[in-house]
T-cell receptor, first 110, second 112 residues
Framework: EDQVTQSPEALRLQEGESSSLNCSYT??????LFWYRQDPGKGPEFLFT???AGEEKEKERLKATLTKKESFLHITAPKPEDSATYLC???????????FGQGTRLTINP | DGGITQSPKYLFRKEGQNVTLSCEQN?????MYWYRQDPGQGLRLIYY???????QKGDIAEGYSVSREKKESFPLTVTSAQKNPTAFYLC???????????FGPGTRLTVL
């Protein structure tokens, strides 16, 4: 069964304090790994898609990386507006659905 | 503006009532999806549709029904058979030949 585990469940950082969020997965034939950002009471906002081990994508203060077993979302010098829940999801080859992790709730204190 | 709209934003239902959640997209996407989100859990797939007049059950379809009469619309009915319907419901869509799903703003359903 395809599974996604995100850690930590919650993370508090000071503004400017860099860190990483982890997404570990088991999937039969990875078709894609997706990162989303979700603000309270809103729908997830698409951030990145990663397809193969070694791939990296960047957007502003965020960088996503992928290995054969996990993905990291690195956040560099975060600002309070980066506070949100970050969701990781995988799509297995031939499947329509995304399998989501439970998310990491990130809080950046000014 | 292209995007996905869901209505209403908040919905209250009495036990034993059926309610229908609306999802509309003007992105010309072929595939549409319904997910349910509960606190502390990942999103779970209820139903999905890849083309008009066709849809498939997801992991938690019991107590729900859908229709896909138009490409732009994919309404979800939460029936009285759904034992624990209080949740945040999210609609998503995906364009042909792409893998990314884009989400609407969600509907929060509360059963009184």
């Amino acid at each position: 069964e395809d599974q996604v585990t995100q850690s930590p469940e919650a993370l508090r950082l000071q503004e400017g304090e860099s860190s990483s969020l982890n997404c570990s997965y088991t999937v039969s034939g990875l078709r894609g790994l997706f990162w989303y950002r979700q603000d309270p009471g809103k729908g997830p906002e698409f951030l990145f898609t990663l397809y193969s081990a070694g791939e990296e994508k960047e957007k502003e203060r965020l960088k996503a990386t992928l290995t054969k077993k996990e993905s990291f979302l690195h956040i560099t010098a975060p600002k309070p507006e980066d506070s949100a829940t970050y969701l990781c999801a995988v799509q297995a080859g031939g499947a329509q659905k995304l399998v989501f992790g439970q998310g990491t709730r990130l809080t950046i204190n000014p | 503006d292209g995007g996905i709209t869901q209505s209403p934003k908040y919905l209250f239902r009495k036990e034993g009532q059926n309610v229908t959640l609306s999802c509309e997209q003007n992105l010309n996407h072929d595939a549409m999806y319904w997910y349910r989100q509960d606190p502390g859990q990942g999103l779970r797939l209820i139903y999905y549709s890849q083309i008009v007049n066709d849809f498939q059950k997801g992991d938690i379809a019991e107590g729900y029904s859908v229709s896909r009469e138009k490409k732009e619309s994919f309404p979800l009915t939460v029936t009285s058979a759904q034992k624990n319907p209080t949740a945040f419901y999210l609609c998503a869509s995906r364009g042909a030949g792409t893998n990314e799903q884009f989400f609407g703003p969600g509907t929060r359903l509360t059963v009184l």
